[in-house]
């Protein structure tokens, strides 16, 4: 086994022990605090997929803002002193659902002929063409992005101000 | 481009992606608070991307496609979450609970 290998395993291991807490966890903070360390988890897969820059990212917006977010939501909806959850009564169904689910899934993968796998060079993707080519050839679904942004935005002021009574 | 030798098999990011997946539905059909719910559709979400960049590196490195793609991913899943959880705060505000049994209301 390789050292990138063994990193890969490390990081694998992280990123499941992150999803497992984020749905089997009693609290809802020890939840999000999981998803924070599955989001760095798979950061560090982005980096040994060789692309930084999306490596950065999802450290920045998942790591940063959307579990920040998610912290507050949890902070301004919770019901009594102890942050605690339920578990719906139907999880020994959930479970074989997604046991079935990931078994087909690992299946599929495992029966499939995936193409390069003989080539054993991976590219390290340079910076310059990223930006060049999401403001050239991937301009237009750059700005519809930002107007969804702008959407989500004006929505999410309209749905969450107080009304005129309160 | 630079190129490193490959010394991950493919299958293994594909692997790590379905396991996630799988936890992500498992935490979607199960969990009962809605803010938990949204974490898990995260986890899913991220689980696409893993699988999008490792086919994108793999397989078509000088189009990066999938690494432009997981861009998207993850700005739409930024809205996504600020919108859901504005609407999430208006139902705790009118029904007093983040459970999402007891928004039941307009059940048949």
């Known amino acids: ?166 | 481009m630079e190129t490193a030798a490959q010394q991950i098999p493919l299958e293994h990011f594909l692997v790590l992606s379905a396991i996630l997946f799988s936890l992500g539905v498992y935490g979607v059909l199960t969990r009962r608070n809605a803010v938990l719910i949204l974490m898990s559709v995260e986890l899913m979400l991220n689980a696409a991307s893993i699988n999008m960049v490792a086919f994108a590196a793999y397989t078509a490195p000088e189009a990066f496609i999938g690494i432009i793609f997981a861009i998207f991913i993850i700005t739409v899943a930024a809205a996504e979450v600020g919108l859901a959880l504005a609407i999430i705060l208006r139902i705790f505000r009118n029904r007093q609970t983040a459970n999402v049994d007891e928004v039941n209301q307009l059940r048949w």
């Not at chain 1, 760095?40 to 920040?68: H, K, M, N, P």
């Not at chain 1, 995936?114 to 237009?140: H, K, S, T």
């Open chain 1, 1 to 166: 086994m390789t050292a990138a290998q063994g990193v890969f395993y490390v990081i694998a291991a992280l990123a499941v022990a992150g999803g497992l807490g984020v749905v089997l966890m009693r609290s809802t903070v020890y939840a999000a605090l999981f998803l924070i360390l599955a989001m760095l988890a798979v950061a560090g897969i982005y980096i040994l997929l060789a692309s930084e820059f999306l490596a950065l990212v999802q450290v920045l917006i998942y790591g940063g803002a959307v579990t920040v977010l998610l912290l507050f939501a949890l902070m301004l909806t919770r019901t009594g002193d102890l942050p605690e959850t339920m578990t719906g009564a139907q999880w020994p169904a959930a479970a074989l659902c997604c046991a079935l689910l990931v078994s087909l899934l690992i299946a599929a993968v495992a029966t499939s002929n995936w193409p390069g796998d003989a080539a054993g060079q991976i590219a390290i993707v340079p910076f310059e063409a990223l930006g060049e080519a999401l403001f050239r050839q991937w301009a237009v679904p750059f700005e519809i992005a930002s107007l969804v942004l702008l959407v989500a935005l004006v929505g999410a002021i309209v749905l969450a101000q107080q009304e005129e009574g309160e």
